[in-house]
């Protein structure tokens, strides 16, 4: 598992890529967390890279959300590969977790919040 | 066809569950969706026996693998103390963000991803046993 932060415009960008478990979960949420805190960005989550999610790595994105709810800025997640929206449909995720298709409509849809 | 293999409640262990099941689909000729569906429903339940097994002893997780002709049975059997998963009440994933919780998301993956699980405490140790349906393509 390996994560790649970058900034955009107005969006921090986290590019995932690798395998999300209960193994690899701690390293991911110990870099998430100084962004959750005191949200300052919009925070993108790319997961074009990411081959695997279990529920270990589902809570961290969980969390994600809910520290980002009320604050003004955006959590959107991109780019997921058939299994990982499986298990984000199956989970019950995706009904308050902004999916986008690619990285770009994510932030396309961040200018349209503005 | 069999396969039985042994990890222990470390969860560096996921890295060399990922590593037989790979080998596995090619072996076995199944689909990748499948052989990813197992490696969920299995690391959900190491990963349970690990954070309830307690770190400061070693545990064994023996783990068996069963093909028929329609489906794979798995058999997961650890000396951790007793636990049951299969009472592990599901979450409710119709609540608003603000009211969902963390807790039961693994089992409930495991129980939408397999089709039948059964809980036995047999000789000190946990017996977990799971139907996985096979798609019909790779019957």
């Known amino acids: 598992m390996k994560t790649e932060i970058s900034q955009e415009n107005d969006a921090t960008i986290f590019t995932l890529s690798g395998r999300l478990d209960s193994h690899t979960a701690p390293q991911f949420e110990k870099e ?5 805190i005191s949200p300052e960005n919009n925070l993108v989550l790319n997961f074009n890279n990411l081959e695997y999610i ?7 994105i969980l969390n994600t959300a809910k520290a ?18 499986e298990v984000f449909e199956i989970s019950g995720l995706d009904t308050f977790i902004t999916i986008c298709r690619t990285l770009d409509d994510s932030l396309v849809a961040l200018k349209d919040e503005v | ?17 990922h590593a037989i099941l790979v080998k596995l689909e090619k072996r076995w000729a199944l689909s990748g969706k499948t052989v990813m569906e197992l490696n969920l429903i ?17 545990c064994v997780i023996d783990i068996k693998l069963i093909k028929g002709n329609s489906e794979i049975t798995l058999i997961v ?5 007793p636990f049951d998963p299969t009472l592990t009440p599901a979450p409710d994933i119709s609540l608003p963000l603000e009211e969902r919780g963390c807790g039961g998301l693994g089992i409930h993956l495991v129980r939408k991803f397999s089709d039948g699980c059964r809980y036995k405490r047999a000789e000190n ?3 977990l046993t799971l139907i996985k349906k096979l798609p019909k393509e790779h019957r």
Do not use: W
């Not at chain 1, 980002?68 to 929206?85: E, G």
């Not at chain 2, 299995?42 to 070693?58: A, M, P, Q, Y």
């Open chain 1, 54 to 60: 279990s529920s270990a790595g589902l809570r961290i």
């Open chain 1, 68 to 85: 980002y709810k009320p604050t003004q800025y955006q959590f959107i997640t991109c780019s997921m590969q058939d299994h990982v929206l």
């Open chain 1, 32 to 36: 998430v967390e100084d962004y959750l």
């Open chain 2, 125 to 127: 140790r946990n017996v």
């Open chain 2, 42 to 58: 299995l690391d959900e339940l190491v990963t349970n026996i690990i954070e309830h097994s307690g770190c400061d002893k070693e």
């Open chain 2, 77 to 81: 059997t650890d000396d951790s103390p």
């Open chain 2, 1 to 17: 066809m069999e396969l039985s293999f042994q990890l222990k409640n470390n969860g560096s262990e996921l890295t060399t569950l």
